[in-house]
């Protein structure tokens, strides 16, 4: 019996140690980011600043993998269901804390199926408007809502997205009626609002900032708090009848539950300098995009938060994927 249990602590003893080897030489063979959404928006983009560097810094290739659908869960699931090796991370967008709630069957916990790497940064969210749209205000969108309910389209990233969910919220506060129109991914989004298929878009200010300066969207309002201060003329919804409203888009890095804590701080340090660069760090600035690079507790925390406000929204209004 004795030495049944000394082997099996020799047994764990062994793969413990295997574990600290290789979390001291990772990594020694490529690193895939997964990207749960299609190419073009801005979570793809944020990857993509940080490739080159980031493979300067950790001396193996990094490959960008997009799969997106499914407001970002099928990518999701995905690395939820990837080795906690060190070689498969997640980038996602804001729909990742709610997709909890929204999605029937979701294969996978939100909370409990990833290691939280860091909330790599926040923007606020934009609403603009075509600019032959009669839309010149989003004074203009309130009245003609009021006057037509259902009668003005607004185009999100898709169902459930922050953006779907913040004009809900708009609606229910200001008692008007907007009808939505879902896409899949930013990229999609932003080549329909530029060729104005669709009157009205809300995404992060990242997303839509590039078009509002070459003058192909006109800006309506913004979602934070404050103004945002590239466009300091364009008013918040607070300033436009909803108090104190508030809604920021957000990007987090995160990794398969049980990734080895070794391997998650040197990625979170690679990572975070990698952004740091002042090339990428101004792309992402000129583009609205605010860096956190939070430690992982301060994001599992945010997380949560996230979490358990959208679920009583989505709760609220019924809201349901398409």
Known sequence: MR????????VIASAFAALCASAQDWPT????????FPPGGTTDQIARFAQGPLQQILGQPVIIENRGGASGSIGANVVAR??????????????????????KDLPYDTLK???????????????????????????????????????????????????HL??????????????????????????DAIAGNVPIAIGSAALLSPSVKAGRLRPLAVTSQQRFAPIPDVPTIGELGVPEFASDSWWGLNAP???????????RKAFADALRRPDVEDKLTAQ?????????EEYQRFLEHEV?????????NHISAQ
């Open 113 to 163: 199926d990833f290691a939280p790497v860091m909330l790599v940064g926040v923007s606020p969210m934009l609403i603009t408007a075509y600019p032959t749209t009669p839309y010149k205000s989003f004074n203009d969108v309130i009245a003609a809502s009021r006057k037509d309910p259902g009668s003005v389209a607004f185009g999100t990233i898709g169902s459930g997205s922050l953006a």
């Open 257 to 267: 539950a049980a990734t080895p804590p070794a391997i998650i701080a040197k990625m």
């Open 82 to 103: 990837a080795a906690p090796d060190g070689y498969t991370w997640l980038l996602v967008f804001d729909t990742h804390g709610v997709n909890q709630s929204l999605i």
């Open 288 to 296: 609205g995009v605010v860096l956190r690079l939070s430690s992982p």
């Open 29 to 36: 063979q490529p690193i895939k980011i997964v990207v749960p």
């Open 3 to 10: 030495s049944r249990f000394a082997q099996v602590l020799a």
């Open 166 to 191: 913040a004009m809900t919220l708009i609606d229910d506060k200001l008692g008007i009626k907007m009808t939505h129109v879902p896409y899949k991914g930013g990229g999609p989004l932003v080549q």
């Open 308 to 316: 358990k406000q959208w679920a009583q929204v989505v709760k609220e």
